[in-house]
C-alpha cells in the first residue's frame, strides 16, 4: 500500500498530518498481522482512497471557498467593513454581561 502526498500550499496540515499517520498505523497493523485476508486488505485499500478523494475535494472547496470571500471583500471593501463592524457589535453585546437586577 503506498502513502498518498497530502499537500496544500501555505495551509495547516495537521488533518493531513493525522491522515498520512493513520494510513501508516494501518500499514503496519497490516504488517503486523501475517494471515490477513486478501478482501481486508483489499477494503482498507479503497478505505484509503475515499479518504484521499475526500481530503482533495474538501481542500479544493475550502480554496474554492476563500478565494470567493476574498473576491467580495475586494469587490466591495465599505460593505465588508460595515459588515464586520456590525458583526463585532453583535459578538460584543452576547458577551457583555447581564446587568443586575434589583441593585439600587
Given at each position: 500500500?503506498?502513502?498518498?502526498?497530502?499537500?496544500?500550499?501555505?495551509?495547516?496540515?495537521?488533518?493531513?498530518?493525522?491522515?498520512?499517520?493513520?494510513q501508516d498505523e494501518a500499514e503496519t497493523?497490516?504488517?503486523?498481522?501475517?494471515?490477513?485476508?486478501?478482501?481486508?486488505?483489499?477494503?482498507?485499500?479503497?478505505?484509503?482512497?475515499?479518504?484521499?478523494?475526500?481530503?482533495?475535494?474538501?481542500?479544493?472547496?475550502?480554496?474554492?471557498?476563500?478565494?470567493?470571500?476574498?473576491?467580495?471583500?475586494?469587490?466591495?471593501?465599505?460593505?465588508?467593513?460595515?459588515?464586520?463592524?456590525?458583526?463585532?457589535?453583535?459578538?460584543?453585546?452576547?458577551?457583555?454581561?447581564?446587568?443586575?437586577?434589583?441593585?439600587?
Amino acid at each position: 500500500m503506498s502513502n498518498i502526498d497530502f499537500d496544500i500550499d501555505g495551509g495547516d496540515n495537521r488533518l493531513a498530518e493525522s491522515i498520512a499517520r493513520l494510513q501508516d498505523e494501518a500499514e503496519t497493523l497490516m504488517g503486523d498481522m501475517p494471515n490477513v485476508p486478501p478482501e481486508l486488505k483489499n477494503r482498507l485499500q479503497s478505505l484509503q482512497d475515499q479518504i484521499a478523494d475526500l481530503y482533495s475535494l474538501l481542500s479544493e472547496e475550502a480554496a474554492y471557498s476563500v478565494d470567493v470571500v476574498e473576491e467580495a471583500i475586494v469587490a466591495r471593501p465599505w460593505t465588508s467593513a460595515f459588515v464586520a463592524f456590525g458583526l463585532g457589535c453583535l459578538v460584543a453585546t452576547l458577551l457583555r454581561p447581564a446587568p443586575r437586577r434589583g441593585w439600587y
